[in-house]
């Protein structure tokens, strides 16, 4: 009955929600561009970020070699896939392990062989039993197909049965995705699982399917249904005779629960689906595939798989889609948690998923490494500062190959400009200059680093010495003020602290065509303290006292008077510099920076 089916479902999501099972952790050995690459995943949503080429692609891929492998998303390999380091022989085979944690009672009791012991911080106590699952790929002899082997545990004669595959349900969406199509009527479409998996019970089924035979029934003694019944089969019966001729009658519904629910389809608005819009489908056919995955009633884990799902969205769209994904964590009642992977080009993405969902593929000295957020310790308060400030043009960090750190919106500009005019091409180096919006580096600078992400880090800031050498000269040596030198100690191997003798203004004041181009600026956007400035610093003697001079009368004026704004001067001068014919030398410390940033690296494999 339906009360039945209602009361099954209902029974089926209570049991046991406390334990979730989810992929933890994917080691992937001889695939691709990867050799040896572990990831680590969390429950719920798992962004997986970084730049291009990288080798996001392929953990997708390595994901549905398990995930999907009963799905129409299943993948096929080749000896094409297989992993070939520079100058090396292609390697013998791509294996794929995969371990899930958070198990319930019943998994254990599903995947009993599968299990594996984590023991706890002791080394004695075995704190829980997690699934061990490994497939892979071998080449039997060169040129032939690849020989397929499953096995779960620790030992490769505990084969992978088919029951166990069939408990592992996921769906894969890929990038040029036809949403339009999986909307649509069909055997395998989306809705009809959905239906399937929403009315297990089979005499619900069988009482769904009566009533709908009673309106076709009913349907087919009105017009034209009854007409043109009757004018097909009178054809028929002439043309075959009565001993020949089948009984023919016009199907409306279905006498058959799967054919009726694979007759069932989307309308939007009273609309065809191919009316709407590609973005809106998108987000519609993603609802369809979270809700078959979500009132899943059979399966002991359940998982989508998603690139690029900005794809055909504008910023607004992807960040409702983002907020929704995220609701996978915590599922409303009835519902089922669901483990969801997407795989994204969008720092606008990036920058509105939290930080703990992150999961950032990239090329380190080594090769490709995967590197999360979540596992960094940052000091107190520190990551909800970097979530806090992470917006699109920040979240660039995670797409970038190499980053330069500065203070601010004005250091942004001028540091872009200088490169720019000085013969540095930063985007062809894949480098993004990130503001932190003041002396926030502590925020950012544990992303990085040797126990981090290992990518080519400079930090531009200001030395800002105290009284009373607040004003060097360009040859004196460096002297840090307390926030510089606590800068300074994030310093290894990957991440460099370049600093000015006192700030960027400063030191580029120290130099005569630079300072002439500042002059220039200032008396742009404020003619009369541009021309005072002007005769003062000429004045002067030194480049120290002329710097001095024109630095204090910006940026330190008199009480009663108010300093040049350092935003809107630092546009100015930025377009001074760009548009000026005259050969610009870079302050020192700059150009140690730009140097150390685009020195050229090794490069990884090409094949993603």
């Given at each position: ?334 519902e089922r948690p669901v483990q969801v ?264 494999h090409a094949r993603v």
């Amino acid at each position: 009955s339906w009360r039945a089916s209602r009361d099954f479902v209902c029974e089926f999501l209570t049991q046991d929600t406390r334990k979730t099972m989810y992929l933890k952790t994917l080691r992937i050995q001889g695939f691709r561009r990867f050799n040896d690459l572990s990831l680590n995943f969390k429950d719920g949503l798992n962004v997986i970020v970084g730049p291009n080429n990288a080798g996001k692609t392929a953990v997708v891929d390595a994901l549905r070699v398990l995930l999907a492998a009963s799905d129409e998303g299943n993948l096929r390999l080749t000896e094409l896939d297989l992993h070939e380091a520079p100058g090396g022989p292609p390697s013998p085979s791509a294996t794929f392990t995969f371990v899930f944690s958070g198990l319930s009672e019943q998994n254990e009791a599903d995947f009993s062989n599968a299990l594996i012991a984590v023991k706890g911080v002791d080394g004695k106590t075995i704190e829980r039993y997690d699934a061990r699952f490994s497939v892979q790929y071998t080449q039997a002899e060169p040129g032939g197909r690849l020989r397929l082997r499953r096995w779960v545990g620790l030992h490769e004669e505990n084969s992978m049965t088919t029951e166990m595959l069939e408990e592992l349900r996921a769906i894969y969406l890929q990038p040029l995705r036809d949403p339009e199509q999986g909307l649509k009527p069909g055997r395998m479409s989306q809705i009809s699982k959905l239906i399937q998996n929403m009315m297990p019970d089979k005499a619900a089924r069988k009482e769904l399917v009566e009533k709908l035979t009673a309106i076709d029934d009913e349907l087919a003694k009105n017009e034209p249904i009854s007409t043109t019944n009757a004018a097909i089969s009178t054809k028929h019966e002439s043309m075959l005779g009565t001993v020949l001729a089948q009984a023919l009658k016009l199907d409306l519904t279905s006498s058959d629960f799967n054919r009726f629910a694979a007759r069932v389809g989307m309308a939007i608005g009273g609309r065809d689906v191919e009316q709407n819009g590609l973005g809106f489908n998108n987000l519609i056919y993603m609802a369809v595939v979270l809700s078959e995955l979500a009132f899943n009633k059979t399966a002991s884990y359940c998982g989508l798989l998603v690139e690029e799902p900005e794809a055909h969205l504008h910023p607004q769209l992807q960040a409702v889609l983002l907020d929704y994904l995220k609701t996978v964590e915590q599922p409303v009642a009835g519902e089922r948690p669901v483990q969801v992977f997407v795989t994204s080009h969008s720092p606008n993405f990036a920058a509105l998923a939290d930080i703990d969902s992150i999961c950032c593929v990239y090329d380190s000295p080594t090769g490709p490494v995967a590197f999360a957020p979540r596992d960094v310790a940052f000091g107190k308060g520190k990551k909800e500062k970097l979530q806090q400030y992470l917006n699109v043009t920040r979240a660039e960090l995670f797409f970038a190959r190499r980053i330069v750190f500065v203070e601010g919106a004005a250091e942004l500009f001028l540091v872009e400009a200088l490169a720019k005019k000085t013969g540095y091409d930063l985007r062809k180096h894949s480098i993004s200059i990130i503001s932190t919006d003041g002396l926030n580096f502590d925020a950012f600078l544990p992303l990085f680093g040797e126990k981090a992400m290992q990518i080519p880090v400079a930090v531009v800031t200001d030395a800002d010495p105290a009284a009373p050498d607040q004003f060097p000269a360009a040859e004196d040596a460096l002297k840090l003020s307390a926030a510089a030198t606590a800068i300074s100690k994030a310093e290894d191997a990957y991440v460099k602290c370049f600093f000015a003798q006192k700030t960027l203004e400063y030191d580029l004041a120290l130099d005569a065509t630079r300072r002439g181009l500042m002059v220039e600026a200032l008396t742009e956007i404020h003619p009369t303290i541009g021309a005072d400035l002007k005769v003062i610093v000429d004045g002067a003697v030194t480049n120290q006292e002329k710097a001095k001079l024109l630095f204090t009368g910006m940026f330190e004026r008199p009480e009663g008077k108010t300093n040049v704004k350092k935003g809107q001067f630092a546009q100015a001068l930025a377009l001074g510099i760009s548009e000026s014919n005259a050969a610009i030398e870079l302050p020192a410390y700059l150009k140690s920076a730009l140097d150390s940033v685009t020195a050229v690296a090794a490069k990884g494999h090409a094949r993603v």
